[in-house]
């Protein structure tokens, strides 16, 4: 079909008396073609009416609609069972051309701030290799919606703790806070309503206080009202999170901490600037951070078990034997967890995925019971004084000997003291060089020294003569 544009030049060069072939060699069209223009007189292609196989049964679409609940797909296999000839493409367009289950798409809008109005927090949940497992984990995010400005960091789960913990490093980050914080209606900040009509937690809103901003929410569904802060997530799963692995927690935050500056020193196409030389501007509208900023934590009521722990998250900390049995104070931060009773307290590094575990401090380990035998006999001792020369034999019968180590040494002594000394150190010598621990071997040994050494034969028989 001749668009609108190649209609009228034909009917403009037909008006200067060029004829419909030499038109038609210019434009490279056919005659039929031009014809039919000139004869029409109308520049707008005309309007092919064609018929809608879905229109007979424009009713019964209508009504099956409702029935199964808006599934087109149920409504095509109930117009297939009575006979309709008609297929799911067919019955699709029918409704999207109709407006059958459709809404009206709305422009998506613009929305302009100025410098410390806003900013804007969400969290988005990722998948990383942390330690050499797959995990899950929630990752938030905060964006000054004037610069651009953003800061990102990972949690392994975001409760209000977690929130409040991150919007504390976000707000040093950014060195400053907005008058506004848009959050989505998430009841991690929300306490009732949506919207306009979002009521913030006591606690949150009392956090907000402190930094001198309040929380407010968007509508639900109108997610182009956070659009600042949801666009940096698809940037840090499909690059920052691509190819990358972490040896823990702080490997991650620290990493992506480093490449959200590299970001926000990155220059911006559609701002026409690096969200840090935007930054500059906006700093001076921000509202300044208090002289104190407050540490946020949790406070637990436990007591300490018969094992001397303490159970914070399903992880257990170890504290003193002397406070079994004890109610105590475990307060929870983001790196610690100080457990108090009266004025002693102890501190242990925090762990952060609630994994069950069981967290020792050295000064807390119970002295082992040492195995019975561990301890060296009495009589290795006194070998040693009497024969230092079997020492290295002494000490590897301890690991050979087939009866007890101090039964063995007992029975060296006896044959050093009843036996010659060279011959038995001979033998000695000769049973750790071939690896015998036999002690009757042993013995065996040494006799046969004697015999050869101290009863000669020779001087036996010349002796009987």
């Keep these: 079909m001749l668009d609108e544009k190649t ?12 004829t419909i072939r030499r038109i038609a060699k210019l434009l490279k069209l056919s005659r039929s073609s031009v014809k039919k223009v000139i004869t029409s007189q109308s520049s707008q292609p005309p309007r092919i009416l064609r018929p809608e196989k879905a229109e007979p049964y424009r009713d019964e679409i209508l009504e099956l609609y409702a029935i199964c609940r808006g599934n087109l797909v149920r409504v095509h296999e109930e117009l297939q069972e009575k006979g309709a000839q008609l297929s799911y493409p067919a019955l699709t367009a029918f409704c999207r051309r109709h407006g059958i289950g459709t809404q009206p798409q709305r422009r998506a809008g613009r ?22 497992k797959r995990r899950s984990f929630q990752t938030a995010s ?11 960091q990972c949690y392994p789960r975001f409760r209000r703790f977690e929130c409040k913990v991150f919007l504390t490093e976000a707000l040093r980050y950014f060195q400053g806070s907005a008058r506004e914080t848009m959050v989505d209606n998430t009841s ?30 968007h509508a639900c569904g109108d997610a182009n009202r956070s659009g ?22 702080d490997d991650l ?17 559609y701002l026409k600037a690096a969200p840090i030389e935007l930054y500059n501007v906006e700093r001076a ?43 105590v104070q475990a307060r929870e931060t983001y790196r610690e967890i100080v457990i108090i009773r009266d004025r002693e307290s102890v501190t242990h590094v925090r762990h952060p995925d609630p994994e069950g575990k069981w967290i020792t401090l050295p000064e807390h380990r119970p002295e082992r019971r040492r195995k019975r035998g561990s301890e060296p006999p009495q009589e290795l001792a006194l070998l040693l004084r009497r024969a230092p020369e079997m020492e290295s034999y002494a000490k590897a019968l301890g690991k050979h000997a087939k009866r007890s180590y101090g039964f063995a040494l007992r029975q060296i002594l006896r044959m050093l003291a009843d036996y010659p000394r060279k011959p038995l150190l001979d033998a000695v010598r000769d049973a750790e060089r071939y690896g015998l621990y036999d002690i009757d071997r042993l013995e065996t040994m040494v006799l046969q ?11 036996f028989g010349e002796h009987d003569d």
Excluded at 7 to 18: D, N
């Design 7 to 18: 209609r009228s030049t034909i009917l403009t060069l037909a008006q200067k008396k060029i």
């Design 111 to 132: 929305y302009s701030f100025e410098p410390g109005q806003e900013m804007q927090h969400d969290t988005s949940p990722h998948k990383a290799e942390i330690g050499g």
């Design 142 to 152: 905060a964006v000054l919606c004037y610069s651009r400005m953003s800061f990102l």
């Design 188 to 217: 991690v900040v929300r306490l009732r309503g949506t919207g306009e009509d979002m009521i913030p937690a006591a606690e949150m809103e009392a956090f907000a206080e402190h930094f001198g901003m309040v929380f407010r929410a």
């Design 228 to 249: 600042r802060v949801e666009r940096r997530f698809h940037e840090f799963e499909n690059n920052f999170l691509a190819g990358r692995t972490f040896d823990d927690w």
């Design 253 to 269: 935050n620290a990493r992506a901490r480093t490449w959200c500056d590299k970001k926000n020193r990155a220059q911006k196409r």
């Design 285 to 327: 509208q921000l509202r300044p951070l208090p002289l104190w900023i407050p540490e946020p934590y949790l406070l637990h009521q436990r007591i300490a078990d018969v094992h001397g722990y303490v159970t914070v998250d399903t992880n257990r900390y170890s504290v003193p034997t002397d406070w079994i049995g004890r109610d």
């Design 449 to 459: 020294r004697i015999d050869r050494d101290f009863f000669p034969l020779d001087n």
